[in-house]
């Protein structure tokens, strides 16, 4: 995700750097409209890039605290066997998941 918003951002100072390089003398209004929407357009996927990296599940904790790690998921009961395209198959029983707390 740096990668992107780097790369996001490069772009938007090339486009600025464009955008102040060209001639006012001709540019009436279809260049500037023109240079100000796209602009627009990036500055505002920049922001969605960096709100979406900011959304989700975050697990911040103080002291060394413990916290849920990864979700894992296991079978009970039952039979399970691989079938004649390797795919493993299983009859009867449950998955069981559980997310194990992890304790520095």
């Known amino acids: ?22 001639s006012d003398a001709e540019a009436r209004r279809g260049r500037g409209v023109g240079l100000g929407v796209a602009a627009g357009i990036i500055g505002l996927g920049i922001l969605g890039a960096a709100a979406a990296a900011n959304a989700g599940p975050r697990y911040y904790y103080r002291g060394g605290g413990c916290y ?23 009859s009867r029983g449950r998955t069981v998941c559980n997310r194990p707390m992890i304790c520095p």
């Open 68 to 90: 849920p790690g990864p979700r894992q998921c296991y079978r009970t009961g039952g039979n399970c066997w691989y079938n004649r395209f390797g795919e493993y198959v299983c």
């Open 1 to 22: 995700m740096k990668k992107l918003i780097s790369a996001a951002l490069a772009a938007a100072v090339v486009m600025g750097a464009v955008a102040t390089s060209a």
